[in-house]
């Protein structure tokens, strides 16, 4: 049995702790959920292992006892929000670490607006400022229930408890506001230079078609005076020629 006094380890770790797509993979995972080291990813992910190891030998088992334990297992992924109703065996095996980290009082305290970053949650978690139901949780790895999960608060006692405490107020809020505006001003300036282009486009494009209009006219009338004059020109020539033709041969 061994000693009551010494802790077993709640987590596996890794066959080979030198691999560069996990180390990356845990690297952005502890600064997107606010871990404090990379222990608590493996207790996390030694937990979902737990969980498909299971489903894996109840998918190949067929029997009474495979059965009632299927519906425990299922029960508990529900409770815990893993799973949704309805779901099947196949559907644990598709789990992913994330979905166990979600599931943390630290992230869902983010979640619900309680704190302004993923650190904040922690720190609030750890300083005992947060209860879930009547209880204080003080360790940010608890893994809250659905049922738990719309009685996340503040401890009444505690002045975090206010709306308008210091520490609850987004000043991201109120500069993205801030940059919201801004970009909605130059928004419309930029409509209003749009709209007169647009308008000098269209003025350019009327006086084009006036142009053309004129130069057509213009071409017409040339080609009018054009064939009068072919045509007054062409009895002249007849004149000349009726002339010639006319005048006797003078004698040698």
Known sequence: MGDPKKLRKKYSPPRHPWVAANIELEKGLVREYGLRNKK???KMSSILKKYKD????LI???TIQSEKEKAQIMDK????????AGAELDNVLDLDIKDVLERRLQSLVFRQGLARSVKQARQFITHRQIMVGEKKITFPSFIVSKEEESQIKFDPQSSLSKDDH???IDVNQDIKAEVEAIKKGKKVVKSKKEKTEE??????E????ED????KAIQEETQKTEENEKETTVPETKKETNKTENTPEVKK
């Open 40 to 42: 608590e990813i493996q």
């Open 206 to 209: 009327s006086i084009t078609d």
């Open 166 to 168: 210091p520490e609850r």
């Open 54 to 57: 299971l489903a894996k030998k």
């Open 77 to 84: 992924l529900q409770r815990i929000g893993l799973i949704q």
């Open 60 to 62: 190949a088992i067929k």
């Open 212 to 215: 053309k209009e004129v130069e």
């Open 199 to 204: 308008n000098k486009n269209s003025e350019l």
